[in-house]
T-cell receptor, first 112, second 108 residues
Framework: DVKVTQSSRYLVKRTGEKVFLECVQD?????MFWYRQDPGLGLRLIYF???????EKGDIPEGYSVSREKKERFSLILESASTNQTSMYLC???????????FGSGTRLTVV | KNEVEQSPQNLTAQEGEFITINCSYSVGISALHWLQQHPGGGIVSLFMLSSGKKKHGRLIATINIQEKHSSLHITASHPRDSAVYICAVRNTGNQFYFGTGTSLTVIP
């Protein structure tokens, strides 16, 4: 069964900490995405990647960075976590030209 | 203004009812996606449409490219259909835009 795996379902971090959210997919997809989801705002794209070592800013990249050293792994980094980064974070992957996304189960991050 | 608007935002239905969720968009698109998100947070891709109509079980998705509108229908709704349904469009530049979702509750 193909899937996208996010390393944590729930995380609690302190303000100012560096936070790593990991995402791994086993479908050999070229494209990987990080979204955050907030009530009333829907899914918003943070960063995406079309290939290894390639990254593009999405709609809300401020305060985040990403790393894609291997095709199957796409990491989201919060350099210095802040309370306004408390959110649900969703990773997704997609084959170029493919039918749709495959999403991970999400990481609910709380920054205190 | 959002590029993708969904209606209604919230919907409560009795088991067995026919349900329609609407999606309107303002950009030129190459494809439209319907996604389902269950309370645990996981998202499943239901349909990808670029024209016409698709059916999978009790779910039917239609799209009218000229009117920039899509509908998701659920026939004979069931409590397990309770979820948030999200419309997303991919424009010709490969950018994705998401609606804010429709929260559906089906009561037994």
């Amino acid at each position: 069964d193909v899937k996208v795996t996010q390393s944590s379902r729930y995380l609690v971090k302190r303000t100012g900490e560096k936070v790593f959210l990991e995402c791994v997919q086993d479908m050999d997809h070229e494209n990987m995405f990080w979204y955050r989801q907030d009530p009333g705002l829907g899914l918003r794209l943070i960063y995406f990647s079309y290939d290894v070592k390639m990254k593009e800013k999405g709609d809300i990249p401020e305060g985040y960075s990403v790393s894609r050293e291997k095709k199957e792994r796409f990491s989201l980094i919060l350099e210095s976590a802040s309370t306004n980064q408390t959110s649900m974070y969703l990773c997704a992957s997609r084959q170029t030209g493919g039918d749709g996304y495959t999403f991970g189960s999400g990481t609910r991050l709380t920054v205190v | 203004k959002n590029e993708v608007e969904q209606s209604p935002q919230n919907l409560t239905a009795q088991e067995g009812e026919f349900i329609t969720i609407n999606c309107s968009y303002s950009v030129g698109i190459s494809a439209l996606h319907w996604l389902q998100q269950h309370p645990g947070g996981g998202i499943v891709s239901l349909f990808m449409l670029s024209s016409g109509k698709k059916k999978h079980g009790r779910l039917i998705a239609t799209i009218n490219i000229q009117e920039k509108h899509s509908s998701l229908h659920i026939t004979a709704s069931h409590p397990r259909d309770s979820a948030v349904y999200i419309c997303a469009v991919r424009n010709t530049g490969n950018q994705f835009y998401f609606g804010t979702g429709t929260s559906l509750t089906v009561i037994p």
